[in-house]
């Protein structure tokens, strides 16, 4: 069984251009999430998505997007980069949308992306 | 909203010492509540969990008890290794299925 994986695992851009990073979730689950860490902080959720639909966001501005395709992985699009978007960027998956909120994540490695 | 605060770091133990990292939560429901562990470099893992009130989560030596009347959970192990050096960060978990987590707590253990 494959856990969760993520590329790239570092990633260098300048402020204003674009980024994707990818995850693939674990194999059984269709439901992935996307998590933004900064350093020495807790991931903060973005968003999650289910049947190729967004199926909850976090407090993220709509330059960040994302989208899931019919083998459940999925993208993280991030335009117009900002300095502060620094971050270890975490994709997480489940077996279905936890709607009790009881399962607990599967985590990827994360893409750390700097911004210069 | 949801927030979680956590025993703030780092801590810094001997080999065989007993851990304990305090974490309070706020939150509206009932959530269900977590303990991950990140080691350096890699994602974070999930390591227990408590999904109702009194409820004991435990793996690895490692136990935590969901106490609603003090909206705590906070995470125990009676005799800590120097692989149990980490960062681990408590979460909660509501039906929208979106977790919050703390901040981390970095412990290392010397030998």
């Known amino acids: 069984e494959t856990g969760v994986t993520q590329s790239p695992t570092h990633l260098i851009k300048t402020r204003g251009q674009q980024v994707t990073l990818r995850c693939s979730s674990q194999?059984?689950?269709?439901?992935v999430s996307w998590y933004q860490q900064a350093l020495g902080q807790g991931p903060q959720f973005i968003f999650q998505?289910?049947?190729?639909?967004?199926?909850g966001r976090g407090n993220f501005p709509p330059r960040f997007s994302g989208l899931q395709f019919p083998n459940y992985s999925s993208e993280l699009n991030v335009n117009a980069l900002e300095l502060d978007d620094s971050a270890l960027y975490l994709c997480a998956s489940t077996p279905e949308p936890d709607r009790q909120g009881g399962g607990g994540y599967t985590f990827g490695s994360g893409t750390r992306l700097t911004v210069v | 909203g949801n927030s979680v605060t956590q025993m703030e770091g780092p801590v810094t133990l001997s080999e065989e010492a007993f851990l304990t990292i305090n974490c309070t939560y706020t939150a509206t429901g009932y959530p269900s509540l977590f303990w991950y562990v990140q080691y350096p470099g890699e994602g974070l893992q999930l390591l227990l969990k408590?999904?109702?009130?009194?409820d004991k989560g435990s793996n690895k030596g490692f136990e935590a008890t969901y106490r609603k009347e003090t909206t705590s959970f906070h995470l125990e192990k009676g005799s800590v290794q120097v692989s149990d050096s980490a960062v681990y960060f408590c979460a909660l978990s509501t039906n929208a299925g979106k977790s919050t987590f703390g901040d981390g707590t970095t412990l290392t253990v010397k030998p």
């Open positions: 408590a999904t109702k009130a009194d």
């Open positions: 998505y289910y049947r190729e639909e967004e199926n």
């Open positions: 194999s059984g689950h269709n439901t």
